[in-house]
């Protein structure tokens, strides 16, 4: 996510007594409280259970759990049917004969089209500024690093949780070969429109609000291009315009060379 946290409304949770610990360090990790079930609950909790680490909404209409998983559903699927070429962010990023550029993902959110690039040979390094969100990722990390057949996708994914403007202002070193960008996406007359996740992600963390910033900053950092993730018919960031786009049903990839 790019935008500038909010996680005010939001506790620490557990759903086993084995867990209590975990999660009390878990809160104290991320400057959370630890919910109180005889108090008022808060919109969000960010909930340890056996199985995983998920974010849920309380509340009349609260939305099922959020979570991030590599193993299985529907990003698992998606992992043994592509190809470079079936796939708009492989392109984009400029996948093509031998080539596997080193990415650098800042708006990681919930990792899927970095895993995509990993599971196709890159080496993408993922940056989340929403530490509740980066926590999220890591736990399902950790559990994809657990499955043998997942060990190789997931030495070429890292991960760190910070500020990806302040990244690219004090950048040293070698410069990355290609710059992905996933703003959040613009308000929506119908709500349904927006999927849950990021229904509950935008209570979370709200608008983005540095999202130009965010391109100039990584066009002057980027040695290949700059590749920005946009709804199939918003407007491009504001800046240069892009080189080219690759679309795709519900989604588009701005494409800037250097």
């Known amino acids: 996510m790019t935008s500038r946290t909010q996680e005010t409304h939001i506790a620490v949770s557990h759903t086993d007594p084995d867990l209590a610990n975990k999660a009390s360090a878990l809160a104290a990790q991320l400057g959370l409280s630890l919910y109180n079930p005889a108090e008022t609950a808060p919109t969000l909790l960010l909930t340890l259970t056996p199985e995983r680490l998920e974010l849920r909404q309380t509340g009349k209409g609260a939305e099922g759990p959020l979570f991030v998983d590599f193993i299985g559903g529907a990003v698992d699927y998606r992992r043994r049917q592509t190809t470079s070429r079936k796939e708009a962010i492989a392109r984009a990023v400029g996948l093509k004969g031998g080539a ?19 599971s196709l040979g890159c080496t993408v390094r993922m940056v989340e500024r929403s530490a509740v ?8 990390i950790a ?17 760190r949780v910070d500020d990806s403007l302040e990244i690219l202002r004090t950048w040293q070193g070698e410069r990355p070969e290609v710059i992905c960008i996933d703003p959040m996406y613009p308000h929506r007359s119908k709500s349904a429109l ?38 199939r018919l918003a407007p491009a960031l504001t800046g240069p315009e892009p080189n080219f786009t690759i679309g795709g049903k519900n989604s588009r990839f ?5």
Do not use: C, N, W
């Open 100 to 118: 596997r550029p080193v990415v650098l993902d800042l708006t990681a959110g919930l990792g899927r089209d970095s895993f995509i690039l990993a």
């Open 133 to 140: 969100v980066a926590a999220l990722l890591a736990d399902a």
């Open 143 to 159: 559990r994809a690093r657990q499955e043998p057949a997942l060990a190789e996708i997931m030495a070429r994914l890292s991960l």
């Open 194 to 231: 927006v999927k849950k996740e990021m229904r509950l992600i935008r209570l979370l963390v709200g608008d983005d609000q540095d999202s130009d910033t965010l391109l100039s900053a990584a066009l002057a950092i980027a040695s290949r291009r700059v590749v920005v993730k946009r709804p």
């Open 254 to 258: 701005d494409v800037y060379l250097i």
